[in-house]
Each structure stands twice: as C-alpha cells, then as structure tokens.
C-alpha cells in the first residue's frame, strides 16, 4: 500500500515563507504527476500546483510567482516552497501523487496558518 506523508505545515506570520514536503512511501512502480492542492471550511479543495516527473510545472494563475513545486524522483517526494505568505492561503494543504497502476493517491493533509 502506498502512502503519501506531508511534512512542514504550520503557523507563520504574513510575509513569511513555509516548505512542505511529501514523501510517497509503500511499493511504488512509477509515479506520474505529482502536485499539492489546498481546501478551506466550505470551500472545494482547489489547485496549487503539479509536476510532471520530467520535471513540467503548473500553477494556479494566482500563486504564480510566490510558490515553487519541485520533486526528487530518486526520492519519491514533491516539495512546496511558498513565499510571501498571505492570510488567505490559510488552508489544510493535501500532496497528490498519479500512481502507475494505482491511480490517484492522497496525503491525509497539513495545516498551514498564516497570522496578519
């Protein structure tokens, strides 16, 4: 059984940077895509970013700029750097990862706090 385990929420004041890591753990064949979305109270969990394992990039027009994904495959992990943090990215962060022959897998989530 794989599993994908987040690391590096928390709280931070406004203005502040936060990296969050992801590692899949289990047997793994390959993984695709991996990438992170987020999800306030009442709201749809919403897109951050992916990456393709060659390394393509996409983001949510609006964080463009401020976060970075980037992973190891060797590794199997996904990172989010995210810097110039506002009060409204204030969500639980979940890491996402296309198994081969698996499909979808998800993190169980990670808090992140941004303090004004």
């Known amino acids: 059984q794989v599993q994908l385990v987040e690391s590096g929420g928390g709280l931070v004041q406004a203005g502040g940077s936060l990296r969050l890591s992801c590692a899949a753990t289990g047997i793994i064949y390959r993984i695709h895509d991996m990438g992170w979305y987020r999800q306030v109270p009442g709201k749809q969990r919403a897109l951050v970013a992916t990456?393709?394992?060659?390394?393509?990039?996409n983001y949510a027009d609006s964080l463009k700029g401020r976060f970075t994904i980037s992973r190891d495959n060797a590794k199997n992990t996904v990172y989010l750097q995210m810097s110039s943090l506002q009060p409204e990215d204030t969500a639980v962060y979940y890491c996402y990862a296309k198994l081969a022959w698996l499909g979808d897998s998800w993190g169980q989530g990670t808090q992140v706090t941004v303090s004004s």
């Open positions: 990456i393709t394992s060659g390394g393509s990039t």
